[in-house]
């Protein structure tokens, strides 16, 4: 299998980014890929808290672009998760430090060893924006539904698809069903309406992720919450399986923009 | 991946298409001159890109691979990419669409028709009419000299009349947008006004920016209600 990059993005920041790289990396090695997780967000990086590696950082991906190390010695492997890789970032240095060649270089340089190399991609449409999203073939794009997120993942679609990553898939993360039933919040069809992508994944407002991100044990690694559950249909799902959307509700109507909306198995 | 095709006033349109992979420009045109060289040289082309963006170094390797190799004077270049208008711009390079050379009586402009939607940081910017069959979405901009029509949501901003004139009107099958303007004057909308998502014109009267539905509505007496109402300013 040729190897794939992705880039995790989604212009605003704090929709989940960086817990969506952490835990469908960690889906795709339990499924038996190697995986390595890049941490994009050069200067604030947090994916290394995410997945509880912070106290193992030796070098950085800084470090290898700029020669101190070889990449393979900044990588890090998950001591819980089987084949599950991850490459921190410098938390001293800015978005400055790489260009988008670099990380073409680098990006290409792990596609030797790895079937799947996830980017951790930072807030925001500039320099450190290009530079995660520089390597990748396709993208995830992570949005919540509030208007704000949404035009902002409109913006980052827009540059994804004059970059030509394809495909270019979306992520609502975040969802109330609660709420969306009140009408205090988009519904996923209002999201999908509005970007016009292909949805593959749908993920539930779930206490478990903060206790999970706080603590750095992988929510696949740990539970069988509803957004674990989500996290690894979207795992599947990258991998090209065909896993329904949804636990249908029969009693509902049968358009598909409300089956999706009803639709709470993720 | 890129097509030629013959415009009004002996103008060629050279569309290249946003599928085509930036790697692959330098060996398309290639294509495209060998195949033109009969018509190419001293032809007014309009370059049409479409919503790609045009980083510098893209445009010189066009212009240097391209426009002067193969004798072409470019009269437009077309891109949907805010970003690349201006460094287009900066340039000095023309990116509105050639006036037509007899000009339409009333109005010396062309139309432009758009089958697709604009996204947010995308923008039209045209001398003439616009049509978009699609939505324009929030952040996404909308300007021309003339009217403007939307067939589908306008979420983003449109600004009929950009130079000035305020007889140009603004069509929209769904009005979700808090601001319009129309020439020199800026219209805006609450989200809870009747208007919100339906369709409407909004034009100029009075100097006061105006938005009636479209077509009228009717109550069940059969009485136009709301035709017309102030918006703001």
Redesign the interface.
Known sequence: MASRVIVVTSGKGGVGKTTTTANVAAALAEMGNKVVAIDGDVGLRNLDVVMGMENRIVYTLIDAIEGACRLNQAVIRDKRVENLYMLPTAQSRTKDAVTPQQMIDVCNELRKDYDYILVDCPAG?EAGFKNAAAGADEALVVATPE?SS???A??I???L????KSPIRLIVNRIRRDMVKRGDMLGVSDVLD?L?IDLIGMIPDDEAIITSANSGILLTASSGSPASRAFKNIAARVAGEDVPFMNLDSNESAGIFHRIKTMFGF | MIKLKGMADSVLRCIISEELPASGFGEALRAVMEKGKQILPGARVVLDFGARALPEPLIASILSGFVWPSGICVVAWITYDAASQEILKRGGLSISEPLPESPVVGRNTASLVLHRSLRSGQRVEHRGDVIIVGHVNSGAEVLASGNITIIGRLKGLAHAGYEGDENSSVVVRSMEAPQVRIGGKIGSLEREANWWARNVIVSVRDERVLIEYWPPLKNEAGEEIARERPIYR
Request: hydrophobic letters at 55%; glycine letters at 6%; charged letters at 40%.
């Open positions: 449409i208007v949404v035009r902002d409109d913006r679609i827009g540059l698809e004059a970059m030509e509005v016009a």
